[in-house]
């Protein structure tokens, strides 16, 4: 028990177990708080939309960036350890329980539980065909966005500073193309193939560099310029900022946005680090940060949860979210350690002894 509650020993940085930590909170906000277009709602939105970007700025730049060499098999089956394996054990609960009109604390019966095992390979086929809930997009997203990584990895180390640079800036100016010549009646037909998430991983790779690092504070100011402006469109000018296509996730503004907020954590990595047994707490909370995200979906559908449940005001709502984020937080905990982590540790081992005959068998 006491193990669970142990700090990584090499290279281990806790700032970005806060992050994910606060990633995972933002999101449950964004769900909870919904599409307003009241001004505190927007107010919300506009903090709240920051997070999902962070996640995957954060794979960037904690895979990206690693100095560690390791075989893309091997890369591979760690990902399906970490990622593929919760998914298909959330996406077999969603589809063989949840999607079958049963409840969360509903007890099954003999016949529920038989009928829920009999649905399992059509859990199982939903999963590569199909999204068994709203929020399980994001999945299919870094599912994906990790098959490309070791070639991107490759591609981007081999890159210079100058190279990188103009790498980003051309980024932004094909997305800014892409989402305010509109604006003035202009169209840009120019395929952009950066205008997806991958490019978070860019950025966050970029982030890490020492150009960057020498810059954290401008980038922190500018990207809070950015956020104040952009609230400030959608509070003065909505019927303006609705006419931009990626108004949040891809537009180059959030992209700023994004890219000043984790500067600011990594300029108050010490401030926020200085307490071991604090870190300690984020980053036992971090580890269940996946299954709290693969069930915080169903836990405001199921608790009804929605900005009108607290009336709108900023006590409510973050009342709301907090709730959400604990009930998913305690659900997590329990359907982790039992089934999802011993699911993890079975094939570990199983790749372990594959490795192991293999290597007996070469020599």
Known sequence: MLKAFALPKENYRPIFDWMRLFSCIGIIGLHVTGDRNDPLGLHFEAFFRLWLPMFFLLSGVLILTSEKEEPIGRFYLKRVEKVVIPFFIYGAYYTCWINQGHAILELPTKESFLNAISLIPLSWQQTFTGIQYFHLWFMY??????????????GLQAMNEK?????????????????????VGLSFTVDNYFAYWILYLIVGYALMQEFSKRNYVWIAFFGFFVYIQALRLKLLHFDVAEKIGNYYDLSPHMILQVAGLFALFMLLEKVLTRW???????????????????????IISWWGVHYGTSNGTVYGTLHSVFFVFLLSLAFALVFDTLI???????????????????KIAEQ
């Open 163 to 183: 190279m990188l640079k103009i790498m980003c800036l051309l980024i932004l100016i094909l997305m800014a193309c892409t989402d305010y010549l509109p604006l």
């Open 141 to 154: 997203e870094i599912i994906g966005l990790y098959l490309i990584m070791p070639f991107l990895k490759k």
């Open 340 to 358: 999802t982590f011993n699911a993890q540790r079975g094939f570990r081992a199983f790749v372990n002894a594959v490795s192991r005959r293999k």
């Open 276 to 298: 071991k047994a604090l870190n300690i707490i984020v980053h036992f909370l971090a580890k269940y940060t996946l299954g709290i995200y693969l069930i915080h979906g169903y």
